[in-house]
Nanobody
Framework: VQLQASGGGLVQAGASLRLSCAAS??????FGWFRQAPGKEREFVAA????????NYADSVKGRFTISRDNAKSTMYLQMDSLKLEDTAVYYC???????????????????WGQGTQVTVSS
């Protein structure tokens, strides 16, 4: 099983960026995005049930970020709009064998992880 994240970069505050995560090796029930800023712990960003329309977001990104997937391409996306300085972090995609409706934000519920892609938002 492999997850390959891409799409990070350096953008100005207010700009948009779309992260991609190509999955191979098996099917998943859940997928998500986490991020880790320098000196901080990894935090939940967004999650989704691969088989339904259920989507979950951290309060800090709700209304600005959108998680989606393309089944045909086995790829998940994170559309990030209205980026803020505090969105600067390494972003990780993750996939899980199961979707946990109550604890989708817990990194322990994801079985596979991508390598991370850097997002830097400047003023």
């Amino acid at each position: 099983v492999q997850l390959q994240a891409s799409g990070g970069g350096l953008v100005q505050a207010g700009a948009s960026l779309r992260l991609s995560c190509a999955a191979s090796g098996r099917t998943f029930s859940s997928f998500g995005w986490f991020r880790q800023a320098p000196g901080k712990e990894r935090e939940f960003v967004a999650a989704a049930n691969w088989r339904t329309s259920i989507r979950n977001y951290a309060d800090s990104v709700k209304g600005r970020f959108t998680i989606s997937r393309d089944n045909a391409k086995s790829t998940m996306y994170l559309q990030m709009d209205s980026l803020k300085l505090e969105d600067t972090a390494v972003y990780y995609c993750a996939a899980g064998k199961y979707y946990y409706s109550g604890t989708y934000y817990d990194a322990k519920n994801y079985d596979y992880w991508g390598q991370g892609t850097q997002v830097t938002v400047s003023s």
